[in-house]
């Protein structure tokens, strides 16, 4: 079932949004992909610690090891509180990434399932019930919020050297020479780490997708910001780097989610530089209001809509 949910201007926000639901992603699928754990080291915390880490890697129906002529995009999705890898590498929330790619709307590209816990096997029942154990995203005490480093520095290089993407360097001038075939999304908690990265990462990705939460400008979850530095933060890397092109597909839910980000788009999508629209050869930003409760297990919904648009300049 497709559902169009639509905002006029002045209902929600002062200009149109269009978010398609659609509920058929959840039906069996006989193109079914496969997952594969990818597992690697980071010492970019500042604590003199090498941390042992993994991501769960997605790849699309027909993916060939052997078949090296055929390169894929990458998008790196980051989770949200309390959450962990493992999300979506289970046959009941899989095939929710299968039928993104099975109706052949939205092009095959690999997705990489991040997390900023150093150890999601360690103090389980803590994580799940109040996310808060040791994490790299500055929102646990005494850590550096540094997974903004580890992206690139560590899980770039581990995954795309390994699988047909598009990255033959793993040098930083490697991984910067292919930005324009490399998002980065992440969920609630993980929508901030993807403001963030857009922050301190953009040379290296040029599609973005934050869903269900807003940026906190390297601030406290709870702490208040004015517009001010909310667009200060946001146009800081366009600044320094007017020559790169970006895309931001941004998605909330409504009415029954952060809404403090969809106070926030009103002011950055009418902000310099950035055109609204969901054409990205002439656009960079767009939002999109679902009808969704807070929950991860929504994310591949939300990609049904912003996958139409990445990767797609």
Request: net charge negative.
């Amino acid at each position: 079932m497709l559902r169009v949910v639509t905002t006029k201007p002045g209902e929600v926000i002062d200009f149109a949004t269009e978010f398609i639901e659609n509920m058929e992603l959840d039906r069996e699928s006989e193109k079914k992909g496969t997952v594969e754990r990818v597992d690697y080291t980071t010492s970019v915390y500042e604590d003199g610690k090498t941390y042992p880490k993994y991501c769960n890697v997605y790849l699309p129906y027909g993916y060939d090891k052997n078949d090296k002529s055929k390169k894929y995009n990458v998008l790196y999705y980051q989770h949200g509180n309390t959450c962990d890898p493992e999300i979506f590498a289970v046959p009941e929330t899989q095939k929710l990434f299968d039928n993104l790619f099975a109706s052949g709307e939205i092009d095959p590209c690999i997705i990489v399932s991040t997390t900023y816990y150093f150890d999601v096997t360690k103090d389980v029942e803590e994580r799940k019930r109040t996310g808060q154990v040791p994490a790299g995203d500055q929102n646990f005490p005494g850590m550096k919020g540094n997974f903004y480093k580890e992206i690139v520095e560590d899980i770039i290089p581990a995954v795309e050297m390994k699988y047909n993407t598009y990255l033959t360097d793993p040098s930083k001038k490697g991984i910067k020479a292919t930005r324009d075939h490399r998002a980065f999304t992440g969920y609630s908690r993980g929508s901030v780490m993807t403001w963030k990265v857009f922050h301190y990462d953009f040379e290296y990705f040029r599609w973005y997708a934050p869903m269900s939460c807003h940026t906190t400008a390297d601030k406290g979850i709870r702490e208040e910001l004015s517009i001010n530095e909310v667009i200060d933060y946001v146009t800081q890397p366009i600044k320094a780097n007017p020559d790169l092109p970006f895309y931001i597909f941004a998605s909330n839910g409504y009415p029954n989610d952060v809404m403090k980000m969809t106070e926030q788009m009103k002011y950055i999508t009418k902000a310099e530089p950035f055109s609204y629209g969901k054409d990205p050869k002439t656009n960079n930003i767009y939002f999109a209001l679902s009808a969704f409760k807070h929950t991860d297990l929504l994310v591949p919904y939300y990609y049904w809509n912003s996958l139409k648009v990445l990767f797609k300049a």
